[in-house]
Every structure is written in structure tokens, then in C-alpha cells.
């Protein structure tokens, strides 16, 4: 069984950053695909980012863009999202997540993954 666990999250003002981490235990992330993503209070979870671990092909929803960048450190096994200009919008929690195999997926798709964080707390204020 994978276990992930998040660190990072915080309390910044608006136009603030943060940079977020997930930490594997079980297997290593490579060559697996890693996302994250984010729940706000009353809403559903949603897609934030991704990257495929071997080639660092990264992908991003449209209201991210420009502000977060997704990495990975192949040497220490840990997933990084580095969180810019943050926008009171950005108030949520974040996981990160891992499929269970190495077939092709699409990483944007929330189904695509089998293991999940615990999450960790962003809060962004006006």
C-alpha cells in the first residue's frame, strides 16, 4: 500500500506564495504519474496539476496557469507545487495523488488516481 503525506500549506495574504510537498512511502514515484488537487469548502474536488514523473511533461488547469509550477525531486521522492500570486480563489485544501499502475492515463481526470494525501490546509485572504 502507497502512503502520501502533504506539507506546506498556510495562511498568506493575497499575491503571497507558498510551495507545497508530498512525500512517498511504499514504492517510489517513478515511473508513476503524481497530480494534485484541491477541495474548497462546499465545492468539489478539483484538477490543479500534474507531471509524469520520468519525462516531466507538466499539465495545469486554466485558472492556475502562469502562477503555480509543478517539479518533482527525483533524488528525495517528493512532489513539489510551487504557488504564486495566490488569489483568495485559491482557499482550499490540496492532495497530492498517484495512480496504482503505469498504464497511460489522463492525469487531469480525478478517477485516474488510487492513492491519495491526507491534504494540507491553504488559506489566502483578501
Known amino acids: 500500500q502507497v502512503q502520501l503525506v502533504e506539507s506546506g500549506g498556510g495562511l498568506v495574504q493575497a499575491g503571497g506564495s507558498l510551495r507545497l510537498s508530498c512525500a512517498a512511502a511504499?514504492?517510489?514515484?517513478?515511473?508513476?504519474?503524481m497530480g494534485w488537487f484541491r477541495q474548497a469548502p462546499g465545492k468539489d474536488r478539483t484538477f490543479v496539476s500534474a507531471?509524469?514523473?520520468?519525462?516531466?511533461?507538466?499539465y495545469y488547469a486554466e485558472s492556475v496557469k502562469g502562477r503555480f509550477t509543478i517539479s518533482r525531486d527525483i533524488a528525495k521522492n517528493t512532489l513539489l507545487l510551487q504557488m504564486n500570486s495566490l488569489k483568495p480563489e485559491d482557499t482550499a485544501v490540496y492532495y497530492c495523488?498517484?495512480?496504482?499502475?503505469?498504464?497511460?492515463?489522463?492525469?487531469?481526470?480525478?478517477?485516474?488516481?488510487?492513492?491519495w494525501g491526507q491534504g494540507t490546509q491553504v488559506t489566502v485572504s483578501s
Open positions: 511504499g514504492r517510489t514515484f517513478g515511473p508513476y504519474g
Open positions: 507531471i509524469t514523473w520520468n519525462s516531466g511533461i507538466t
Open positions: 495523488a498517484t495512480p496504482k499502475d503505469i498504464l497511460w492515463r489522463d492525469l487531469r481526470v480525478q478517477n485516474s488516481y488510487a492513492y
